[in-house]
């Protein structure tokens, strides 16, 4: 993967993607930087300011507004978002391995706050349907772009703009079922309608009605998250009491490897009906 975490420290990472070296926040790096060379080679920088806008800081003057790299044989697009985002979550990576062990043709997946599509993109590589959920016109569009770039516009995807609680309401309804369930939801985010989302008051009634649109060969849920509190074990906490008892769980810190120690980004926690290496 073009991706890689050279250093962390004091609250940032350093991050080689693609052609580019990056300083962006990381507040799970509370501890001491190191004296890596690459820290004299940033070619961009993020700061994110107490009111939670940032901005971005281009040391390298050349730097080009959008560029490819490649991520598990997919060609995903990275730019510069106003959040300090690139488009990838390398967090997710094991993840996202997994998929691709176990998610099979003809399954059906349903990805909800699905951001640039990199986990549809390798379920749908494999033969699956897949329906890509997101509220963001741009990220889906994104995302289309990112399966065009990857070569694989003939695979089953169906990508839905849509508030997420509003979409999997209309699935329970219709008694629409799926296979496997992903999902990363945000701690607060606003829909095209002014729709709110608080991970703290909307997730388990969310999860409960995703219990209901499980199919008979139901294979599993991930469910990972960012937010403060929503450790792994109390994700799968989350699933095992709305309706989420599948007999196998997995949950753990989402890490991302560096040359120095795995930076901490975030947790996830998985059910499935058979055992997850």
Known sequence: MDFKVLDAGNFYKLEKVGPYTYLRPS???????????????????????????????????????????????????????????LGLFAEQLNNWRRMREHVKKGDRVLN????????????????????HVDASKTSVNWAKKN?????????????????????????VRRNNTYDWIILDPPSFGRGNNKEVWVIEEHLNALMQNLSQIKSPDFKGVLLSS???????KALDNVLKTTGFDEEFSLYEEMLVDNEKCPLPSGDCAWRTSFELI
């Open 27 to 85: 507040p799970a790096a509370v501890w001491p930087k190191s004296e890596h060379p690459s820290y004299n080679k940033v070619d961009a920088s993020y700061e994110r300011y107490q009111n939670g806008k940032g901005e971005w800081t281009y040391q390298n003057k050349s730097m080009k507004e959008s560029f490819i790299i490649n991520v598990l044989n997919l060609k995903i697009e990275m730019q510069h978002t106003s959040f300090g985002h």
């Open 112 to 131: 909800l706050f699905a951001y640039t599509g990199v986990a549809s993109l390798i379920c749908a590589a494999n033969g699956a349907e897949v329906a």
């Open 147 to 171: 399966q065009e770039l990857s070569g694989l516009q003939d695979e089953r995807i169906r990508w839905l703009v849509d508030d997420v609680q509003k979409f999997v309401a209309k699935e």
């Open 226 to 232: 960012h937010s403060p509190g929503y450790s792994a």
